[in-house]
């Protein structure tokens, strides 16, 4: 849609308040490489709640919500979701967005929010998987060294931003959700030139999104700190560096399946 969703039925400044008020500080905020060339015409939301977004190119619309965010005391993390609007790709580029775009475009938008305070991180590529791999030194596969690449080019221009760098799928024969396998991250770290910028990141995820082996072991929720700590965990309690987790959630709290996972992932959290 070139635009959060929402904004088919919600006015944007209402929906930023909202987040306020709910308690918030940070926005996580995806786009794609193929977003920031739109004209006008490409961006799909509903102009007659907002107006303010009349005739704003996919840029115009990431520095209105930039700057909605700043003036709520909000903090962004810019996520390159997928490289183009039609699909998730494994790994960090593909043939319409080769690495060099990939690249130029974070560089891009290193310098255009360079110095601005709402803006505090790049999380590069949104759930490296199938064919990422980790350690292994392939120049087209391995996300840790083009992790370096592109974090190392972002550090040059916005030095103060953190950069935020997910797992990936597999790590030898152990899978794991999409983008939250750090499990050879201890052995094969990420190096930046500025090392104290390092954030990796994990997305995980309940039986309500898929159900895996973990889930339906028989000391489930016993289990769970365990696979948590071996995947991702373990870093920020080895002091190797912190950890984000970058998505999670569903829509139960309660004594199911779906809610006794998250209610032991809150907690493992706090």
Same mark, same amino acid.
């Given at each position: 849609?070139?635009?959060? @969703?929402? $904004?088919?039925?919600?006015?944007?400044?209402?929906?930023?308040?909202?987040?306020?008020?709910?308690?918030?500080?940070? $926005?996580?905020?995806?786009?794609?490489?193929?977003?920031?060339? /739109?004209?006008?015409?490409?961006?799909?939301?509903?102009?007659?709640?907002?107006?303010?977004? #009349?005739?704003? /190119?996919? +840029?115009?619309? +990431?520095?209105?919500? *930039?700057?909605?965010?700043?003036?709520?005391?909000?903090?962004?993390?810019?996520?390159?979701?997928?490289?183009?609007?039609?699909?998730?790709?494994?790994? !960090?580029?593909?043939?319409?967005?080769? &690495? &060099?775009?990939?690249?130029?475009?974070? =560089?891009?938008?290193?310098?255009?929010?360079?110095?601005?305070?709402?803006?505090?991180?790049?999380?590069?590529?949104? &759930?490296?998987?199938?064919?990422?791999? !980790?350690?292994?030194?392939?120049?087209?596969?391995?996300?840790?060294?083009?992790?370096?690449?592109?974090?190392?080019?972002? $550090?040059? *221009?916005?030095?103060?931003?953190?950069?935020?760098?997910?797992?990936?799928?597999?790590?030898?024969?152990? /899978?794991?959700?999409?983008?939250?396998?750090?499990?050879?991250?201890?052995?094969?770290? *990420?190096? @930046?030139?500025?090392?104290?910028?390092? =954030?990796?990141?994990?997305?995980?995820?309940?039986?309500?999104?898929?159900?895996?082996?973990?889930?339906?072991?028989?000391?489930?929720?016993?289990? $769970?700190?365990?696979?948590?700590?071996?995947? !991702?965990?373990?870093?920020?309690?080895?002091? =190797?560096?912190?950890?984000?987790?970058?998505?999670? %959630?569903?829509?139960?709290?309660? #004594?199911?399946?779906? %809610?006794?996972?998250?209610?032991?992932?809150?907690?493992?959290?706090?």
């Amino acid at each position: 849609m070139f635009a959060p @969703l929402g $904004l088919k039925t919600r006015n944007v400044d209402d929906m930023l308040d909202q987040i306020v008020a709910a308690g918030f500080n940070t $926005l996580r905020l995806p786009f794609s490489n193929q977003f920031l060339d /739109t004209t006008p015409d490409h961006i799909n939301l509903n102009f007659a709640i907002n107006p303010y977004l #009349t005739g704003l /190119t996919g +840029l115009g619309l +990431l520095d209105y919500l *930039v700057s909605g965010a700043g003036r709520r005391g909000l903090r962004v993390i810019l996520d390159r979701h997928r490289p183009t609007a039609d699909g998730q790709s494994e790994l !960090w580029y593909t043939p319409q967005v080769p &690495e &060099e775009r990939w690249i130029k475009d974070w =560089v891009m938008l290193a310098q255009r929010y360079r110095g601005n305070p709402a803006v505090i991180g790049a999380d590069l590529s949104n &759930e490296p998987h199938g064919a990422a791999t !980790w350690g292994d030194d392939n120049p087209a596969t391995d996300w840790r060294l083009a992790a370096e690449r592109a974090r190392n080019a972002i $550090l040059d *221009v916005s030095p103060r931003w953190l950069i935020v760098i997910e797992g990936v799928h597999r790590v030898g024969e152990d /899978t794991y959700w999409w983008g939250g396998n750090l499990a050879a991250a201890a052995d094969s770290p *990420v190096r @930046l030139s500025r090392p104290e910028r390092l =954030v990796y990141s994990a997305h995980d995820y309940g039986p309500e999104e898929s159900q895996q082996a973990w889930h339906q072991g028989p000391t489930f929720p016993a289990n $769970l700190q365990d696979v948590w700590r071996s995947h !991702w965990a373990y870093l920020q309690h080895d002091n =190797v560096a912190p950890v984000f987790i970058g998505e999670f %959630g569903g829509r139960s709290i309660g #004594t199911d399946p779906e %809610g006794v996972w998250q209610r032991n992932l809150i907690a493992f959290l706090e």
